[in-house]
């Protein structure tokens, strides 16, 4: 199994950049398609942003594409999304999930097998 840690959540405005990482633990995760999903309270789990298992095809909400960057580096079992020009409707608890159901990214959350407990992205106005 794969197990994944998240970190560089935190407070900020609007306007503002931060990087969040998920660290896996875990031989295989080479072979896992890696996504990125944010949620607030009272809402359902909102992809954000995916990318297939060994880098280069991406996918990105709407609400995100152009401000946001996902990437993986495999050989130090990590996952990053860049964010940046971050709005106040950004904030959110974000997740990241691996899974090898498929190759390339998708969309559907049900289609990841194991996820990180969160980090947590608060923006200002």
């Known amino acids: 199994q794969v197990q994944l840690v998240e970190s560089g959540g935190g407070l900020l405005q609007a306007g503002g950049s931060l990087r969040l990482s998920c660290a896996a633990s875990g031989r295989t995760f080479s072979s896992y398609a890696m996504g990125w999903f944010r949620q607030t309270p009272g809402k359902e789990r909102e992809f954000v942003a995916g990318?297939?298992?060994?880098?280069?095809?991406?996918d990105y909400s709407d609400s995100v594409k152009g401000r946001f960057t996902i990437s993986r580096d495999n050989a130090k079992n990590t996952g990053y999304l860049q964010t940046s020009r971050l709005k106040p409707e950004d904030a959110a608890l974000y997740y990241c999930a691996a899974g090898n159901r498929y190759g390339n990214p998708t969309r559907n959350s049900q289609n990841y097998d194991y996820w990180g407990q969160g980090t947590q992205v608060t923006v200002s106005s």
């Open positions: 990318i297939n298992w060994i880098g280069g095809i991406t």
